[in-house]
Nanobody
């Protein structure tokens, strides 16, 4: 199974984007899901995660209050709503899923299913 991301693009600082993530096959009901981002030459960093049941979330400090992660079990889709975007949010954003047994890890190695990434560019 692969994750398919959409919704990236170019936006001015202060604007909003919503990223979507859908698995290519079957559901991920028992998987935690997370968004990571990566800038060329830098390590992939955790952005936000949501538990398998959708009842808990976790965010990196720099996006708290601006980004919201959610998931829709019926549509089998996870979302990342990004508001008040800043130029430093510019990166390739990756959706991921993993069997994390109720936790929301912040390291990529805990997630075994990934998407190809979608570019988010925020201009100043």
């Amino acid at each position: 199974v692969q994750l398919i991301e959409s919704g990236g693009g170019l936006v001015q600082a202060g604007g909003s984007l919503r990223l979507n993530c859908t698995p290519s096959e079957r559901t991920l009901d028992y998987y935690a899901m997370a968004w990571f981002r990566q800038v060329l030459g830098q390590e992939r960093e955790f952005v936000a995660g949501i538990s398998s049941r959708g009842d808990r979330t976790n965010y990196r400090d720099s996006v708290k209050g601006r980004f919201t992660i959610s998931r829709d079990g019926i549509k089998n889709t996870a979302y990342l709503q990004m508001n008040s975007l800043k130029p430093e949010d510019t990166a390739i954003y990756y959706c991921s899923a993993g069997m994390t047994y109720g936790t929301i890890p912040q390291t990529p190695r805990n997630y075994n299913i990934w998407g190809q990434g979608t570019q988010v560019t925020v201009s100043s």
